[in-house]
T-cell receptor, first 110, second 114 residues
Framework: EDQVTQSPEALRLQEGESSSLNCSYTVSGLRGLFWYRQDPGKGPEFLFTLYSAGEEKEKERLKATLTKKESFLHITAPKPEDSATYLC???????????FGTGTRLKVLA | EPEVTQTPSHQVTQMGQEVILRCVPI?????FYWYRQILGQKVEFLVSFYNNEISEKSEIFDDQFSVERPDGSNFTLKIRSTKLEDSAMYFCASSGSVSNQPQHFGDGTRLSIL
């Protein structure tokens, strides 16, 4: 069964304290690994798409990487405004649907 | 930046009543989706829609659910006879293609069944 697992469930960082979020996936024929940010009461906001192992994408303080079994979202020198839930999703071959993980709730303290 | 809009933001309905959730996808997108998120749980796929027909649906999307694109801009999800367990956040999403463009999500409709 296709599955996406994220860790940790929650993470508290001091402003400027870099860290990484993990997304492990078991998907038949990965056709895309997606990172989203979700603020309370809002829908998922698209951040990155990764398609193949070794690929990396960057945006401001965020960098996403992909291996054959997992993806990491690296947050460098985070700020309080980076506080949110970060969701990982995968799309398998032959399907339209995204399979989501449960997310990592990030809190960055000033 | 173009966005997916959903109405209403919150819908309260008595159990057994019909409810219609509405979405306006991004204007040049061709693929449309509904997902739901029960409080504290994962975002779950319900259905995808392309070329005026359902392209894929999950086990959750049973006979009480239906989708429609009644005109060139709206995309709706109808729940015929709501149950308590239908209480959730419902997200609409759209994409320009399946293979190389991500799905963009609206801010959701919170559905509360009493």
């Amino acid at each position: 069964e296709d599955q996406v697992t994220q860790s940790p469930e929650a993470l508290r960082l001091q402003e400027g304290e870099s860290s990484s979020l993990n997304c492990s996936y078991t998907v038949s024929g990965l056709r895309g690994l997606f990172w989203y940010r979700q603020d309370p009461g809002k829908g998922p906001e698209f951040l990155f798409t990764l398609y193949s192992a070794g690929e990396e994408k960057e945006k401001e303080r965020l960098k996403a990487t992909l291996t054959k079994k997992e993806s990491f979202l690296h947050i460098t020198a985070p700020k309080p405004e980076d506080s949110a839930t970060y969701l990982c999703a995968a799309r398998a071959s032959g399907t339209y649907k995204y399979i989501f993980g449960t997310g990592t709730r990030l809190k960055v303290l000033a | 930046e173009p966005e997916v809009t959903q109405t209403p933001s919150h819908q309260v309905t008595q159990m057994g009543q019909e409810v219609i959730l509405r979405c306006v996808p991004i204007s040049n997108h061709l693929y449309f989706y509904w997902y739901r998120q029960i409080l504290g749980q994962k975002v779950e796929f319900l259905v995808s829609f392309y070329n005026n027909e359902i392209s894929e649906k999950s086990e959750i999307f049973d006979d009480q659910f239906s989708v429609e694109r009644p005109d060139g801009s709206n995309f709706t999800l109808k729940i015929r006879s709501t149950k308590l367990e239908d209480s959730a956040m419902y997200f609409c999403a759209s994409s320009g293609s399946v293979s190389n463009q991500p799905q963009h999500f609206g801010d959701g409709t919170r559905l509360s069944i009493l």
